[in-house]
């Protein structure tokens, strides 16, 4: 890393990206979303379908020992959401951590960091498009599985085509579900708790306690736990990037970072302590789909069908919010010179349309692999995208380390939210960071996963270095 690097000469490489109106080709987002829609992002961006149907593979793994899983992923993410909101209070980008790290780690990290995170969403849309789909197969089978994920992935592309308020207006409506299908969750399975409702009893800690005790699997069982919950908080930094965006960029990263501790305590911490207390860890209901075993027990009618719908809108969130993110990275790649220019050309609406088709496209081949080679490629694009969290967040941990002091020497009228302990929270992130990841190597699933994401950041990084030489080739023949 060169020292040049934070010199007040490198913010030309990163310009402000959040124009108050686009044109075409002018490469100007419009800042078309507003407070309600942040804040629904926000709030909603931490609730993912891998809540209502992957916890239940982690509780049947772990035991109610989950629970210290979930808190300790949930420590992680607070850290490092305080660290992206620090920047991007004070500099909002459609790049976020991407173009921070472009700043001030040098052009191979944002370049590195800011396709790696592409290549995860547009894979997401894969995952959720074809999770999606096999719903609403089951309701209509007369469509098939792909028919569906075709119109899905067709319907949001549109959406997103057509303005960012129509994302933020999709995602506002999708998030308000996930958010009232929780907070009914947490009332029922509460008063459920406590005896309250009709032919219940309160159940005390005899689930938590019972059953082989509370760490059933000892206290490894717990990180291992953890390497599955870890993913299920990837999402929750969306809200930076789309707060370049948004009518009042610094008060709704603000209010997003100071609300991530709460948010992950009520939604997940709270909603998880409900399912094993109110069953036990080791039943094949809880493993198969933890809430819908809640609802059932409590007496809920129909409680699978409405769980079908949560996940659902939770699916076509993921989707929606996926595209977004995907294109908003592309298009400040291409604004940065990291990606072909067209990316960084906008519609009359603001709208980055190369951007987006050009994500949709890859999530669409994606698709179409899930379906024809399952087991190979769409296999190896899964698991190569894995561990790419992981790097993203380590990412965001140095490039903070640096940015803070960019942000107290040329913005300290903007330095609105600080890190906590500075800088050991930081190193203390990025060492929590460091034993996922080597953990990752003690199972089967995570082994072959960190192989094959170290492999995508090797190619990555590669194609960065050759970027670099053309770039200083170019400037040098220029000169």
């Not at 698709?367 to 894995?386: I, K, W």
Request: aromatic fraction near 10%; include cysteine.
């Amino acid at each position: 890393m060169s020292a040049n690097t934070t010199k007040p000469a490198a913010a030309a490489q990163v310009p402000h990206q959040a124009g108050p109106h686009g044109h075409d080709g002018d490469g100007h987002l419009k800042a078309g979303l507003k407070n309600r829609h942040l804040s629904m992002i926000a709030i909603g961006g931490v609730i993912g379908a891998g809540l209502f149907v992957g916890s239940g593979a982690g509780i049947a793994s772990t035991g109610p020992g989950i629970l210290l899983s979930y808190a300790l992923a949930g420590a992680l993410v607070v850290l490092v959401m305080r660290m992206l909101g620090e920047m991007a209070a004070a500099d909002p980008q459609s790049g976020s951590f991407s173009a921070y790290a472009d700043r001030a780690l040098g052009r191979w990290a944002g370049f590195s960091i800011g396709w790696l995170y592409w290549f995860f969403w547009v894979v997401v849309l894969a995952v959720e498009a074809t999770a999606g789909a096999k719903i609403l197969n089951q309701w209509v089978p007369g469509v098939p599985q792909w028919g569906w994920a075709l119109i899905v992935m067709a319907v949001l592309t549109a959406t997103n085509l057509f303005s960012v308020s129509s994302y933020g207006e999709f995602e506002f409506w999708f998030a308000g579900i996930k958010v009232v299908a929780i907070a009914a969750f947490l009332v029922i399975g509460t008063l459920a708790a406590f005896g309250l409702l009709p032919g219940t009893h309160s159940v005390g800690a005899s689930n938590l306690t019972g059953h082989g005790g509370f760490l059933p699997h000892g206290m490894g069982a717990v990180f291992t736990g953890m390497l599955t919950v870890v993913f299920a908080f990837m999402g929750s930094e969306i809200v930076t990037l789309a707060a370049g965006e948004s009518e009042d960029p610094q008060k709704a990263v603000t209010k997003a970072t100071n609300s991530v501790i709460w948010r992950i305590g009520i939604f997940y911490l709270g909603s998880i302590l409900l399912v094993v207390t109110l069953l036990p860890w080791d039943s094949a209901e809880v493993k198969a789909s933890p809430y819908v075993a809640v609802l059932s027990h409590i007496g809920i009618p129909g409680a699978g069908q409405v769980m079908d719908v949560i996940v659902l809108t939770a699916v076509l969130s993921c989707l929606n919010s996926g595209m977004y993110t995907a294109s908003r990275m592309a298009f400040s790649l291409g604004q940065r010179g990291d990606a072909p220019k067209a990316f960084a050309k906008v519609t009359e609406r603001g709208v980055p349309r190369v951007a987006i088709l050009s994500s949709v496209v890859f999530g669409f081949v994606a698709v179409f692999f899930n379906y024809t080679s399952p087991d190979t490629v769409f296999a190896f694009l899964l698991n190569s995208s894995g561990a790419i969290a992981l790097f993203v967040w380590l990412a965001i941990c140095a490039t903070q380390l640096r940015m803070r002091k960019i942000i107290e020497r040329e913005m300290p009228e903007r330095h609105t939210v600080r890190m906590w302990l500075y800088p050991y929270l930081t190193w203390t992130a990025m060492g929590m960071i460091g034993f996922v990841m080597v953990y990752m190597f003690t199972t089967e699933d995570g082994r072959k996963q960190m192989y094959l994401s170290l492999v995508a950041a090797a190619i990555v990084l590669a194609a960065s270095a050759v970027v670099g030489r053309r770039r200083r080739a170019a400037v040098a023949a220029e000169s």
